[in-house]
């Protein structure tokens, strides 16, 4: 099979690169092992939350600037200040064209509201999602939580914990429906999903909104679990013209209401504009020629290569199994691509969870056009875009999105000018 | 030392992280609450089941082993195999009604119908016979049977075919499977057309058994083996003795045959799984090595849907197919969303999965209706029927749509 550009990893990266070449008239192939992290999304993108030390950012422009001198090993840094504040506009315009609609400002980050009730900065949220300008203040002063009876992965306790501390006065409900008890008979499963779809039934919805409307009285707001919408689009929307009090999502544990759709809407744009998309399948070999990548070999296609002039790595990190740890070292599985990591096994990470964790730093070694290096030496064709690259923490900074779409936006852009 | 390797299970089960990402693409779960979905069925109940076999939840009949969930999963772990394997190694050792001993002997009901194929599509047809078929048997009376072709396509290839095959200086095997032999020997014909075109002569296997993808999903999984035994050997004096590769016209019977084989059946089949593939994909080598060239006629536009059967999903394979009905002049092609029609084999004749079946297949039959297409085009014969008893389409073979247009 021959392509422009073959593309391994279906996620946020992978996507948002094929998505921006397709559009340039490339003809492009995603190879996904399986499902990606967008499954786990909270509904947010973040570009940059805070530097390395911890301090908090306000404008992540005027940050990247500041972080280019800290960490000029940093994904942000190599591709330049300049360019990423010259595709800060394309980014969300892509999630845009694929139909998530999304709002932000890079030039001034907003706050997002995890499933635990903590505030965190961030760049784009998923519009029906709970945010606030400032992490000081609440846009409301009397809420009401609504969970569904039985659903494990929403915590409405926790997050009026946290909201209390800024004079919120809390109250809660729950939601029970016959077709939420059918599901209930596998507890375990008494997930988002399986309970967003008992809510894309239209009498359901109509419940729902009544119990909303007995419930809210005397709240400012209501906040639901991000439940609603996962057959439909338009759920959210109407159960929000049946209820006149502001209703807000919040996230919720894996799996993500909002992440399913995104990442369901990505692959649809990306097909829509050409492009192949092929699940499931693994890469186990590739033909090298002149110091190129001239063609992948996979395990479902076997004597069938993926041929293209160009390819790019975005596999991902340590979840989709795009680094993997071994006792010693970190090794790129598709490529055997030299990695960045401390030898030093101890240094790679510290007894406290939530501490800056070298081994989220770790990742495939580049030259500054992200392009794949091996042995030492970058490969012609072959570029890293995503949660593979190294020299960030997307966690403790808050720049995991930010880095996969602005280095897919980053590598496309090298690819159509001919590098 | 690996550590990594040497705590590796056979379906990789232990890789689960418990992610629930399979559960999202469960076809089944979204429609049926009494499944408890692939992850619990899967790798949680498996580490009750390894425990104690008595864990062995008899829900687990629900799956419809469309491996989605193995397609979906981000760490490897083979879902669908796990279940499936559950089912042989813990589930009930008297599993067979005589509806599913019907069902899964595609073979011998085929060979018992075809001489009388006349009266026995017209009689399944009738309003009371599939009244008594339902209360009797539990078959379904909303669905409609497939017919029955008047004679086999062995019967036809052996009075009419073999010579003129044996002719040709490059030959390739032809595992037709139970819907070819008795049910649609036309896609057998179209096959043969259209590798003739490519200067190949179509050959059979010394001795075809049904693939068992039915016999495995009702339970009967010694004839299953049995039958496998004898495919295997009749495939291997193919490849082995005879240098020939094995084509299929079905997206199952391919999967079955390379897959199911050695996950499900433990027969091995290393030595010739790579010789066993989909037609589609060995015309789409043939024409882009540059080794063989289809001549079109002019056709009047046609507007073909393709729909991506489970098997093939997981198989990885829908490109070729699709890329072959690209070639096609005046043929302007529309892929549908991948998703289970929900028929899976036999699973949607049984009147307890009948709901199950239509409701998992809601949102295809509508993207069908709305395609605006002329006819749909998939590999998989189930999927046809399905298909074509749901929606106001038409449903054919690529191949067939192929051959049609052939100069």
Known sequence: ?419 | MNIQQNTVSENNFEQCIKCTICTVYCPVAAVNPDYPGPKQAGPDGERLRLKQPGFFDSALKYCLNCKRCEVACPSNVRIGDIIQSARIKYGPRKNTSLRNFVLANTDLVGSLATPFAPVVNSVVALKPVRFMMDKVMAIDHRRVFPKYAHGTFTSWYNKHAAAAQAAFPKQVSYFHGCYVNYNNPQLGKDLIRIMNALGYGVRLLDREKCCGVALISNGLYNQARRQAKINLKSIREAVTDRDLDVITTSSTCTFTLRDEYPHLLELQNDDVRDRIELATRYLYRLIRSGQGNLKFKEGAPLRVAYHTPCHMEKMGWANYSIELLRMIPGVELVVLDSQCCGIAGTYGFKKENYRTSQAVGESLFRQIEESGADVVATDCETCKWQIEMSTSKPCEHPLTILASRLA
């Open chain 1, 1 to 419: 099979m021959k392509f422009d550009v073959v593309i391994i990893g279906g996620g946020l990266a992978g996507m948002v690169c094929g998505i921006r070449l397709a559009e340039a008239g490339k003809k492009c192939a995603i190879v996904s092992q399986g499902q990606s992290a967008i499954h786990f999304s909270s509904g947010s993108f973040d570009l940059l939350g805070r530097m390395p030390d911890g301090t908090e950012v306000s404008d992540p422009i005027a940050a990247m600037a500041e972080l280019g001198k800290i960490a000029p090993e940093h994904p942000y840094a190599i591709m330049g200040e300049k360019f990423c504040a010259e595709h800060l506009q394309q980014a969300p315009e892509i999630l845009r064209s694929a139909g998530i609609s999304v709002s932000g400002d890079c030039r001034k980050n907003h706050f997002r509201i995890t499933p635990m009730g903590k505030m965190k900065p961030t760049w784009l949220t998923i519009d029906g999602y709970l945010t606030t300008a400032s992490s000081e203040r609440l846009p409301f002063e009397k809420v009401c939580i609504i969970n569904v009876e039985g659903f494990l992965d929403f915590y409405p306790e926790f997050i009026a914990e946290e909201f209390r501390k800024q004079g919120v006065v809390c109250n809660f409900g729950t939601i029970n429906l016959p077709d939420l008890e059918r599901i209930r008979r596998n507890p375990s499963e008494m997930r988002s999903v399986n309970i967003a779809r008992v809510f894309d039934r239209e009498e359901n919805l109509e419940v729902l909104a009544a119990k909303i409307r007995e419930m809210a009285s005397g709240c400012e707001a209501v906040i639901l679990p991000a439940i609603i919408g996962i057959g439909r689009d338009d759920a959210f929307d109407v159960l929000k013209s049946k209820v006149n009090t502001p209703l807000y999502l919040l996230p919720t544990l894996p799996p993500s209401i909002p992440g399913i759709k995104a990442q369901q809407a990505l692959q649809h744009r990306f097909r829509s504009l050409g492009g192949e998309y092929f699940l499931g399948d693994t890469v186990l070999s590739a033909e090298w020629k002149d110091g190129r990548v001239k063609e992948l070999f996979t395990a479902n296609h076997g004597d069938i290569p993926f041929r293209a002039d160009h390819f790019v790595l975005a596999t991902g990190s340590f979840f989709s199994k795009g680094l993997v740890a071994t006792p010693d070292r970190i090794v790129e599985p598709v490529f055997g691509a030299d990695t960045v990591f401390t030898p030093d096994r101890a240094e790679w990470y510290t007894l406290r969870f939530f501490d800056r964790q070298n081994y989220q730093a770790f990742g495939v070694r580049t030259d500054r056009s992200l392009r794949v290096v091996k042995e030492g030496v970058p490969i012609e064709n072959l570029y890293c875009a995503g949660a593979g690259l190294a020299g960030f923490h997307p966690v403790q900074e808050g720049c995991g999105a930010g880095v996969s779409l602005l280095s897919a936006l980053f590598v496309a852009d090298r690819i159509l000018k001919g590098e």
